[in-house]
């Protein structure tokens, strides 16, 4: 190998780690500013001065806050699907019961990492944005909810192998367990009233599983 290849390519590699750590260092910031202030009062000079950065340099990485704002959205769906994923194979051969918990905990401990940007998307999210970002907007929101529902496919399928839920309606759990933790959610980012997991999680696993499970 010619030693001056590897030189070449080390430079590279460390321009692009830089670069990410940058984007997500912006990002962080992002969600701090975003969650203190609101969507619509925030400006790109508020979130260059929390990451400690020019404003030129936001807009090195970012077109506008929309497309920022997406951006983070994005990352944190990843996040979360991640998350999910780890769970998901750790808890592989577990009852159908406490893998289902284990994916309501990484949910809602998510949500609650994040509360405070969840609340303000809510409060003034998709529907203010401008109708040139409604398509990116429809479009994160749709990704993640395949992503969601395809993960939940998985669960439930393990779910019937063990017979915990009944065959004849599994097409709806899906939408329903999600429908279920959506409400759950929706109620304390509207009142802005964050509850403990455990307390949320409770009432989750005994409505669905309480009537999903198999007739005597």
């Not at 030189?7 to 260092?25: D, N, Y």
């Not at 994040?114 to 303000?120: A, G, I, P």
């Not at 994160?140 to 004849?168: F, M, T």
Request: aromatic share 6%; proline share 6%.
């Amino acid at each position: 190998m010619n030693p001056r290849s590897t030189s070449r390519t080390k430079p590279q590699s460390l321009r692009v780690r830089m670069k990410e750590e940058a984007r997500a260092a912006i990002l962080d910031a992002a969600e701090q500013v975003l969650a203190e202030q609101g969507l619509h009062a925030t400006r790109m000079d508020d979130i260059a001065a929390q990451v400690g950065v020019s404003v030129g340099t936001l807009y090195n990485y970012f077109e506008d806050r929309q497309q920022l704002l997406l951006a983070l959205l994005e990352v944190r769906a990843r996040d979360l699907l991640a998350l999910l994923d780890a769970e998901l194979e750790r808890s592989q051969g577990s009852p159908y019961r406490a893998r289902l918990y284990g994916f309501l905990r990484c949910v809602l401990e998510h949500a609650q990492s994040h509360f405070r940007l969840f609340s303000v998307l809510l409060e003034e999210g998709p529907r203010h944005s401008r109708p040139k970002d409604e398509p990116a907007w429809r479009r994160h929101q749709q990704e993640l909810s395949r992503e969601l529902i395809r993960r939940v496919d998985l669960l439930c399928e393990d779910g019937l192998r063990q017979g915990a839920l009944r065959p004849e309606d599994v097409r709806h759990y899906p939408m329903l367990l999600l429908g279920m933790v959506h409400s759950v959610l929706f109620q304390q980012f509207h009142l802005k009233q964050p509850v403990p997991v455990d307390e949320s999680i409770a009432p989750l696993l005994r409505c669905f599983l309480d009537g999903a499970t198999p007739r005597p």
